[in-house]
C-alpha cells in the first residue's frame, strides 16, 4: 500500500497476463507477475492491465520489423496501449532466445535475464527512458532495487560508452509509446 498526495492510503490495482509463446526456456509465469507489480510499485500508477508475452528471437524480430521498423531481434519491446498519469495498460514482449543466449555472459541465468528484460519493459511503460546517461543511471538503479526483491544483484558489462564512462547498458530493447 502506498500513500496517496493526500496522505491516505492507495492500493494498487495491477493485473497482469503472462502468455508463454515458445519452447526454449521453462518460464516461472508467478515470477514474472510479481516482477511487473513489483517494478510499478512506488510509482505514479494506481491501475494497470500489463500483458507479458514470451517468444523466440524469430517472433520478437518480426515484431520489431512489423512495429518499430527495426530489423532485427531484440530483448525486449514495450507497448504502451493507453497510459495516464495514473492509469497504464500495455504489453511487454520478451525473448527467451536472447536471454538464454545472454545470460552467460552476465553470470546468471536464463530466467534472471528473462526477469531483467521484464523489469526493462515495465519501466518504460511506467515513463522511465534510458537514452540519456542520467535517465540511464535512474533506470538502472530502479531495476537494481526490483531484481533485489528476487536475491538478485544487477549484472552489467564493463565495457565503456563513447563518453568513456563504464556501460551498464545490455539492454537494447525497444519502446513504443
Do not use: K
Not at 492507495?10 to 526454449?24: L, P, W
Not at 518460464?27 to 494506481?46: F, S
Not at 553470470?107 to 537514452?131: F, K, M, P, Q, T
Amino acid at each position: 500500500m502506498t500513500r496517496s498526495p493526500s496522505g491516505r492510503a492507495s492500493r494498487q490495482r495491477i493485473e497482469v497476463a503472462v502468455a508463454n509463446e515458445q519452447s526454449a526456456l521453462a518460464v516461472d509465469e508467478a515470477r514474472l507477475r510479481r516482477a511487473v507489480r513489483i517494478a510499478l510499485a512506488g510509482t505514479a500508477v494506481r491501475r494497470a492491465v500489463v500483458s507479458v508475452a514470451v517468444v523466440d528471437d524469430d517472433t520478437i524480430h518480426r515484431l520489431n520489423r512489423q512495429y518499430l521498423d527495426h530489423d532485427y531481434a531484440t530483448d525486449v519491446l514495450s507497448f504502451a496501449l493507453d497510459r495516464s498519469e495514473d492509469c497504464l495498460e500495455g504489453e511487454v514482449i520478451v525473448s527467451a532466445d536472447t536471454a538464454s543466449a545472454a545470460a552467460g555472459r552476465f553470470g546468471w541465468s536464463a530466467a534472471d535475464e528473462l526477469l531483467l528484460y521484464v523489469v526493462h519493459g515495465v519501466l518504460h511503460l511506467a515513463g522511465y527512458d534510458d537514452i540519456l546517461p542520467r535517465q540511464r543511471a535512474e533506470m538502472r538503479q530502479r531495476e537494481r532495487t526490483c531484481l533485489a526483491h528476487f536475491g538478485l544483484d544487477y549484472r552489467f558489462d564493463e565495457a565503456e560508452d563513447e563518453d568513456g564512462q563504464p556501460s551498464i547498458d545490455h539492454l537494447g530493447g525497444e519502446t513504443q509509446s
